[in-house]
T-cell receptor, first 113, second 114 residues
Framework: AQSVTQLGSHVSVSEGALVLLRCNYS??????LFWYVQYPNQGLQLLLK??????LVKGINGFEAEFKKSETSFHLTKPSAHMSDAAEYFC???????????FGSGTQLTVLP | DGGITQSPKYLFRKEGQNVTLSCEQN?????MYWYRQDPGQGLRLIYY???????QKGDIAEGYSVSREKKESFPLTVTSAQKNPTAFYLC?????????????FGDGTRLSIL
């Protein structure tokens, strides 16, 4: 069975500081991993996906994530936070023939001026 | 522009009433999904469909029903058997093929009880 754990339901950073959002997965097969962002009362927007072509994945808006098989982690980072990054972030793993997604419980990112 | 359209954006249900949430996509995607989002719980899968006239239950299907009569449409009915329907409902779709294809999401419908 697949599962995803996001450590920290709320993370606060100052504008310009490093953003680090943690995601650990459990998968019995090579995982297909995704990070999504959600702004209030909106759907989810894809930030990046792990495709096994490279362990460091670059996404939109300056975000990137590193796949570490030994740690079963796929943490999301951004070198310098911007006020517009304030949102909820979800890590997800794909499984099954229908490519269902299992989501983590989400991390609400607050950016302080 | 291609995308997923969910309607209505806000919906209110009375006791004992069934309500239907609409989801339409013009991305020519084969697979469609319905998720329920509650605060602090992430998204949970209600139903999914890989092809027309076929669908499967997800993790929390009780109290919900779906149909897939057309490739572009996947409506969700919240029945009176769903005792706690207040939530944000998200529809998604993806193309066939590799498992690393991302799902694309609509903007959601927020359902509340009157």
């Amino acid at each position: 069975a697949q599962s995803v754990t996001q450590l920290g339901s709320h993370v606060s950073v100052s504008e310009g500081a490093l953003v680090l959002l943690r995601c650990n997965y459990s998968s019995s097969v090579p995982p297909y991993l995704f990070w999504y962002v959600q702004y209030p009362n909106q759907g989810l927007q894809l930030l990046l996906k792990y495709t096994s072509a490279a362990t460091l994945v670059k996404g939109i808006n300056g975000f990137e994530a590193e796949f570490k098989k030994s740690e079963t982690s796929f943490h999301l980072t951004k070198p310098s936070a911007h006020m517009s990054d304030a949102a909820e972030y979800f890590c997800a793993v794909s499984y099954g023939s229908a490519r269902q997604l299992t989501f983590g419980s989400g991390t609400q990112l607050t950016v302080l001026p | 522009d291609g995308g997923i359209t969910q309607s209505p954006k806000y919906l209110f249900r009375k006791e004992g009433q069934n309500v239907t949430l609409s989801c339409e996509q013009n991305l020519n995607h084969d697979a469609m999904y319905w998720y329920r989002q509650d605060p602090g719980q992430g998204l949970r899968l209600i139903y999914y469909s890989q092809i027309v006239n076929d669908f499967q239950k997800g993790d929390i299907a009780e109290g919900y029903s779906v149909s897939r009569e057309k490739k572009e449409s996947f409506p969700l009915t919240v029945t009176s058997a769903q005792k706690n329907p207040t939530a944000f409902y998200l529809c998604a779709s993806t193309s066939g093929g590799w498992q690393n294809q991302p799902q694309h999401f609509g903007d959601g419908t927020r359902l509340s009880i009157l």
